[in-house]
């Protein structure tokens, strides 16, 4: 068994270990940062996944052939965007395709930073339409007589029926 003197050189010893050992850490996290600092810094503009978010929500509200107020415009998950360079930013948000601005839409959306084109990306729009369409108020059985009491109009969402609704309730009587 070690005496309590060897006790203590020996702990000593190990805590100017740990000493140097941390100098030698510390000094190298300071030239890390020193490269990271110096005179060849580049400046930032960062785009929130809010500014894209509302540029392509202006895309479809403007493109769409229906009225803004039957629309509900959001996009799919992405995040913003870190680009190198100061100036007027710019987002132009462009079609992806010849799809109808209807359901999972992908748009692309230029990222303009001063005069250049700094980025291009990829985002779906999730767009929902919604109408007000006749509705049955209780349950109707085949070959019963569609009447105005049976009928009713109510706004539902009709993203996916694509023209096969009804919207008043004429439409239906005496069917």
């Known amino acids: 068994m070690a005496s309590k003197r060897d006790r203590v ?3 000593a010893r190990k805590l100017l ?14 030239f890390l940062f020193s490269l990271n600092t110096g005179s060849a810094c580049i400046a930032r503009t960062l785009v929130s ?3 894209i978010d509302e540029a392509v929500r202006d895309y479809v509200l403007r493109s769409a052939s229906w009225p803004e107020d039957s629309l509900q415009v959001s996009c799919r998950r992405h995040n ?3 680009l190198d360079g100061t100036g007027r930013v710019k987002l132009v948000v462009l079609p992806a395709g010849s799809r109808q601005l209807r359901g999972l839409v992908p748009v692309k959306v230029q990222i303009w930073v001063g005069q250049r ?3 291009q990306l990829l985002v779906t729009a ?4 919604f109408h007000a369409v006749v509705v049955a108020s209780q349950r109707v059985k085949r070959g ?5 009491q049976v009928l009713k109009l109510e706004t539902r969402e009709v993203t996916r029926l694509e023209g096969r609704y009804f919207t008043r309730i004429e439409q239906l009587q005496g069917k």
């Open 9 to 11: 050189v020996l702990s």
């Open 17 to 30: 270990f740990l000493r140097k050992t941390t100098v030698v850490a510390f000094s190298h996290l300071l």
């Open 49 to 51: 996944s809010q500014q």
């Open 80 to 82: 913003g965007v870190e």
């Open 117 to 119: 084109l700094k980025r």
């Open 126 to 129: 999730d767009v929902r339409l």
């Open 144 to 148: 019963e007589l569609l009447t105005p």
